[in-house]
């Protein structure tokens, strides 16, 4: 919650500014224009301030600024690209941009004279390292002058990090590096950071130095990060000598090979990391008692940063004695983190690595460490029930199908997440996510807490019936209470049926045993336990692996087909879609006989439930004809006014799918089905096509419910892609019946605009396929002359161009006239479109300021 209202803060703050950065934008020019990205948050809604990613363009200009959350930041790239020197720009009125835009300009002006300076400094003392090079020339030898060479070639900042020469000489010519060669290399390799250090640095660990000279080299070498195997090695020759300070260095470089960086710390997607964990084991052996005193006192400290590095440290050492002697100090600071951790927030390195190690206690000290986190419980604190939720759910993590062990850790964890997550059903933490869908590999746990599953899915029984029992102090409901208890009602009903299913995947892991004892309990339940009654039903058929268990199962899912409760029948023929393929032969007759009769039946929940089932889990072919004409009643019925107009369209996609031969699609009763898709609207109209567009290309009269679905409204805030789709695949005879559609659509695109210059590509294209090449030449000449004579417009109107010479040159070709002048117009504009593309190509793709501000 706090995230939340630190978002909702600096959401509130950013439009604010953007609000203020509109009106002065608006002062600065008349013709420079506010856009910003489609689609308004609920935090934008709620306070009408301007919160989004926005920008800036003129109709003089090519370049567009790029989209940010600051509108000032869109506006100063702007500034700087496009309205600095502009002839065009017309004055509205003060204040203006130059309020922000002039201190950015200054700020940026002193940052640069800085780096110059800074530049001049460096310069100057590069120049000052060669001048005293070349006077102690006059007292070397001439092996020793190579290595100065050497140096003078690496003394420049475009010398590669990793140039091997100088320790290449190092080990061919040790000789080189004399007693005043490495006095004079070691101050730079210790004290400064030079263009050279880390190659001199290389070199020396191969030169003829004092033990403790080396070891220096090679701490400096590790804290810069440096993987040397040879520095590695003379650092833990030698740990005892070590000081504090350096062993401190060393030992966080060893910590950061052994773990790597949090996984949001990958910038650019995920990076896999090769890891080294010996060098800080081996660490760890030699110096245990002086770091086990570092990890204490970094974990009393109160700053975060040291905090986390000493968890970091206990995750390299893997070491049990360390992290038991830590565990309720790791466990405190996750679980009461709001107070101890105030200022980290969901993606903390501190947090990940917390969280790390107490994933790490709970799998290897499982009882001791749930007697930790339950102690840590009592105070039914919700920041520490959620991490103590993820802690236990992370023993349970796996990879989809790989075996997982199975030990006291994983049921402790279990056990926990499962009361945890009846207690709060409604909840969308770690303890109920991990029920919400049952897991094969988890069947053992589900086998040895049968009782508990079926124990916990009766208790929401219970909480769903106190869901509706009003206390008696309540007043006359309100929309936003319905809403409430309808969303618990949902939460607990999932749930409850997520435990079922759990507990189904241990009874059929058991064997006919299971399957008799999960079978018995449903049988014993009251006839008022619908709920309970119906989820068990609903998952019966997750207890099948052959034709044994089938006949074990079929005379209880029978009786739920024809149950007197109306949830109870919705749910047994549910329970079809699960079925195994292999097992859908070895059903009898009476079975699907059963089913049809619920195609029939009087509640809308039950026709629902089968039709969905039938669009999962087909019937066999031989008989299907005993839902036909039940599917087709339910066509008719639900295709009125005012009926379920989002069902029929799943009605027909079964129906058609499952009753209909190709022949019979293209025939009347294709055009037939295809006329009601036609009279839907809205989110109907857009189902119609999003479901059925692949299987209705060649039926009769579907591009027509495309084409009145593409200018739908509710399908433009959703996506075209599917009436594209299906319009470019309709048949040549198709498209000819709807070029009055087709621009009639194109019509609807005015004003033009050239993000929807794809879908006029796309009329224009079924017009070509239609044959009526005179109709799209007259659509793009319609466009062509509607568009601005503005330069951003330029690239937008070649393109456009060119598709009309394309269609005047097909119609010259099917009309047997002269195209020869077609051919040099089509060429011509081909090359102001390459050389508009090489102007833009030319335009930066970020602002200015977008790593560094000039």
């Given amino acids: 919650m706090d995230e939340f209202e630190d978002s909702y803060k600096n959401a509130v703050e950013a439009g604010q500014r953007n609000l203020k950065a509109t009106k002065l934008l608006s002062n600065w020019c008349f013709h420079a224009e506010f856009v910003r990205s489609p689609g308004r948050g609920m935090i934008e809604a709620a306070t009408g301030l301007p919160i989004g990613h926005m920008g800036v363009q003129c109709k003089f200009s090519k370049k567009n600024s790029m989209y940010c959350w600051l509108l000032e930041d ?16 017309v004055p509205v009125g003060f204040p203006n941009i130059l309020d922000f835009v002039g201190p950015r300009e200054k700020a940026a002006e002193k940052r640069k004279s800085a780096r110059e300076e800074e530049e001049r400094g460096r310069k100057q003392k590069q120049f000052d390292r060669r001048q005293e090079r070349a006077k102690l020339r006059y007292e070397l030898s001439l092996g020793e002058t190579f290595v100065f060479d050497l140096l003078d070639e690496l003394d420049q900042e475009n010398i590669a990090s990793d140039d091997p020469r100088l320790e290449q000489l190092a080990n061919l010519a040790p000789e080189t590096f004399t007693r005043r060669v490495i006095e004079h290399l070691l101050p ?130 893997d070491s049990d004695e360390l992290l038991l002697r830590h565990a309720r100090s790791i466990f405190a600071k996750l679980m009461r983190r709001k107070t101890l951790l105030p200022g980290e927030r969901r993606d903390s390195s501190v947090l990940y690595y917390l969280r790390e190690a107490a994933s790490k206690c709970l799998g290897r000290f499982p009882e001791e460490t749930d007697k930790i986190i339950q102690s840590f419980l009592a105070d039914n604190n919700d920041t520490g029930r959620k991490e103590a939720h993820g802690t236990y759910d992370s023993v349970l993590n796996h990879r989809y199908r790989e075996k997982v062990q199975i030990g006291t850790a994983q049921r402790i964890a279990f056990r926990r997440l499962l009361w945890a997550a009846v207690e709060r059903p409604d909840s969308m933490d770690d303890a109920g996510q991990f029920f919400r869908h049952s897991w094969d590999e988890f069947a053992q746990l589900a086998v040895e807490h049968f009782d508990d599953l079926i124990g916990a899915a009766a208790t929401l029984s219970e909480k769903y019936d106190q869901v509706d029992a009003k206390h008696p102090l309540v007043l006359a409901d309100n929309v936003l209470d319905h809403m409430e208890r309808s969303n618990k009602r949902t939460a607990i009903n999932s749930l409850q049926g997520a435990l079922i299913e759990w507990a189904a995947v241990g009874a059929k892991s058991k064997g006919p045993e299971g399957i008799g004892q999960f079978l018995e309990l449903y049988r014993k339940l009251p006839d008022a336990q619908t709920q309970m009654r119906g989820n068990m039903i609903a998952h019966v058929s997750k207890l099948l692996t052959g034709v044994e268990s089938l006949k074990l199962v079929l005379s209880d899912w029978y009786r739920a087909l024809m149950d007197e409760s109306t949830l109870v029948r919705a749910s047994a023929v549910q329970a079809w879609e699960d079925v195994p393929y292999d097992l859908v032969k070895n059903f009898p007759d009476l079975f699907f006989e059963a089913f049809s009769v619920l195609l029939m039946d009087p509640y809308v929940m039950v026709h629902k439930s089968a039709v969905h089932s039938l669009r999962r889990r087909s019937f066999p072919e031989e008989k299907r004809s005993v839902i036909k004409h039940g599917l087709w009643n339910l066509i008719v019925y639900y295709s009125q006014e005012s009926k379920q107009e989002d069902f029929v369209v799943d009605c027909i996609d079964a129906f058609a799918f499952l009753c209909l031969s190709p022949e019979e699609r293209k025939g009347k009763l294709g055009e037939l089905l295809s006329g009601i898709l036609f009279c839907l609207e809205g989110s109907a109209l857009y189902r119609a096509v999003d479901r059925l567009h692949y299987g209705f290309k060649t039926v009769p009269g579907f591009v027509k419910v495309a084409l009145k679905s593409i200018q739908d409204d509710y399908t433009r805030s959703i996506s075209i892609d599917d009436c594209a789709s299906a319009i470019l695949s309709a048949p040549h005879n198709e498209l000819q019946y709807c070029v009055g559609d087709i621009r009639k659509a194109f019509e609807a695109l005015r004003p033009f605009k050239p993000e929807d210059f794809v879908e006029a590509l796309l009329y224009a294209a079924a017009l070509t396929k239609a044959g009526n090449h005179a109709a799209a030449n007259t659509c793009f000449r319609e466009l062509m002359a509607s568009i601005p004579a503005e330069d951003r417009n330029e690239h937008w109107r070649i393109e456009a161009a060119l598709v009309a010479t394309a269609s005047e040159i097909e119609r010259a070709i099917e009309n047997g006239e002269d195209f020869v002048e077609l051919i040099e117009e089509w060429s011509s504009l081909l090359n102001e479109l390459e050389k508009e593309n090489e102007e833009r190509a030319k335009l930066r793709d970020f602002p200015s300021g977008f790593f560094f501000e000039d």
């Fill in 188 to 317: 730079a390799v210790l004290n400064e950071y030079l263009p050279y250090s880390k190659h001199a640095a290389k070199a020396l660990l191969r030169a003829p130095l004092e033990p403790e000279e080396k070891l220096l080299v090679g701490v400096r070498l590790i804290s810069n990060y440096e993987k040397s195997s040879a520095a590695i090695d003379v650092v833990l020759s030698h740990a005892e000598k070590l000081s504090r300070s350096d062993l401190t260095k060393v030992l966080h470089r060893f910590v950061s090979m052994a773990i790597g960086p949090p996984p949001t710390m990958h910038f650019g997607g995920s990076t896999q990391t090769s890891l080294d964990a010996a060098p800080i084991h081996s660490l760890f052996e030699k110096m245990q008692v002086e770091i086990c005193a570092e990890v204490d006192e970094l974990l009393s400290d109160s700053d975060p940063n040291n905090i986390g590095a000493a968890v970091e440290i206990i995750l390299a050492t």
């Fill in 74 to 89: 869109a506006v100063y790239d702007f500034y700087q690209n496009n309205c600095k020197g502009c002839k065009e720009r």
